[in-house]
Nanobody, 124 residues
Framework: QVQLVESGGGLVQAGGSLRLSCAAS????????MGWFRQAPGKEREFVASVDWSGSNTYYADSVKGRFTISRDNAKNTVYLQMNSLKPEDTAVYYC?????????????????WGQGTQVTVAS
């Protein structure tokens, strides 16, 4: 089992930046991929970004490409999501998730463990 704890959410003005962190414990962190998903009120959960076990390969939703960067520090058992040029439509609860595989994916079913979520609100 993996325990995941997100932090770094908050309120920011449009155009601003936030960095989310997700600390993991349990399974060997470097053995699995990690991802970030988000869910806005009244909407389904959607994929944001994922990174493979090594940090060498990353995947992004089209809506965040060029603005968000996912990275990981295996020595600290932590995955990050740097969010720049934030827009009001980025407002959501952001969840980090541990993948079932070392390479990850872009679909929710490919991730077996989830954090409790952190709220990101972007004011216009």
């Amino acid at each position: 089992q993996v325990q995941l704890v997100e932090s770094g959410g908050g309120l920011v003005q449009a155009g601003g930046s936030l960095r989310l962190s997700c600390a993991a414990s349990g399974r060997t962190f470097s053995s699995y991929a990690m991802g970030w998903f988000r869910q806005a009120p009244g909407k389904e959960r959607e994929f944001v970004a994922s990174v493979d076990w090594s940090g060498s390969n990353t995947y992004y939703a089209d809506s965040v490409k060029g603005r968000f960067t996912i990275s990981r520090d295996n020595a600290k058992n932590t995955v990050y999501l740097q969010m720049n040029s934030l827009k009001p439509e980025d407002t959501a609860v952001y969840y980090c998730a541990a993948a079932r595989s070392s390479w990850g994916g872009t679909e929710g079913y490919e991730f077996g463990q989830w954090g409790q979520g952190t709220q990101v609100t972007v004011a216009s």
